[in-house]
């Protein structure tokens, strides 16, 4: 590739690719336009371009096989077959770079994508609606659904150990793992866990504890979920999406509700946990988790820390609303 010329940040940069495959040109060299200082360009839009694919058509592979399915049902059906990916005996890792970091968030934001494209109401939106509810979404649909997944594999160690999956291939304990900054940073992994990992470790009571008391249901954590995303994005883009929130999330209510009869008739699924004799009282310990969930969001949105974040990096991010939420 010929080195060539891009503006970003309203100064010209020299870039390089770092990677010299045409399918992973993801990372240049450049010298940043605000320090002066070598750094990099990490270009989102390579990264998120299969996850872009999902969001702007209309087919679904497993259309037929789930028209039969209630919103709830669907979103469910969804998630069960992201994690069909999931490895049971997952490989422990103890360091890693901040660029394969960067690589696999690919894998988890076309997951989000897939799952959201489950949604009638979702689709039904405009592309460049999908896409903006896609942006502010996906950072948050990761962090529940992989908290959640670690906790079905481990168990009480999940609490226990602090133990968090990295990918559906490999796991981290959090109090021994690091990460490698060195290519994006003068800072090291001691400064940015101050500042972060106090962050990651407050989820564990927020989501793993109530997920192993209540023994959640993937259907109740699905709606969990929806309910965690849709609020989300309405608060944020208001309008349209605020519209098509309200559409979906009473659908699903109603749908938790049938859901919880089943149970209560003897119909539901055998892998189905739930509890239909204390369905008010679950309710309100998983609204409780949605209310936790979007505090959090709402004190990251208002911190000071993200913008202290991307002042420590030596990198120039084209489109950087993707990792401030």
Not at 98 to 127: C, K, N
Request: hydrophobic share 40%; aromatic share 12%.
């Amino acid at each position: 590739m010929t080195t060539e010329n891009v503006r970003t940040d309203s100064a010209p940069l020299t870039i390089a690719p770092v990677v010299s495959e045409p399918d992973d040109r993801v990372a240049y060299k450049i010298t940043h336009p605000r320090t002066k200082n070598p750094g990099l360009l990490l270009d989102v839009n390579a990264i998120i371009k299969k996850s872009r694919a999902i969001l702007e058509t209309h087919f679904l592979p497993d259309e037929d096989s789930i028209s039969h399915l209630n919103p709830l049902q669907r979103m469910v059906h969804s998630i069960r077959k992201i994690r069909e990916k999931q490895s049971w005996t997952p490989v422990f890792i103890e360091k890693f770079n901040f660029i394969e970091m960067f690589y696999g968030w690919e894998v988890q934001m076309r997951d989000t994508a897939t799952w959201l494209m489950h949604s009638d109401e979702f689709r039904g939106l405009p592309s460049h609606k999908r896409i903006a509810i896609f942006k502010i979404v996906w950072a948050v649909w990761r962090r529940f659904e992989r908290y959640t997944m670690t906790a079905e594999i481990f168990g009480q160690r999940c609490l226990d150990e602090k133990i968090m999956l990295h990918s559906h291939e490999a796991a981290v304990r959090m109090d021994k793992y690091s990460i490698d900054y060195s290519e994006v940073s003068d800072h090291g992994f001691e400064r940015f866990n101050n500042v972060f990992g106090g962050k990651m470790m407050q989820y564990y009571e927020i989501i793993v504890r109530p997920y192993l008391e209540l023994r959640l249901s993937d259907t109740e954590i699905t709606y969990i979920l929806c309910q965690i995303i849709w609020n989300y994005a309405g608060r944020r883009l208001q309008g349209q999406t605020q519209a098509a929130a309200d559409r979906f999330l009473d659908s699903i209510s109603n749908d938790l509700h049938e859901y919880y009869e089943e149970l209560g008739r003897g119909r539901g699924s055998e892998e189905e946990g739930g509890d239909s004799k204390n369905y008010a009282s679950r309710l309100a310990k998983m609204m409780q988790i949605v209310n936790q969930m979007l505090n959090v969001q709402l004190e990251l949105e208002n911190t000071i820390q993200v913008a202290f974040l991307f002042d420590m990096f030596n990198i120039v991010f084209t489109e950087p609303e993707f990792f401030r939420n």
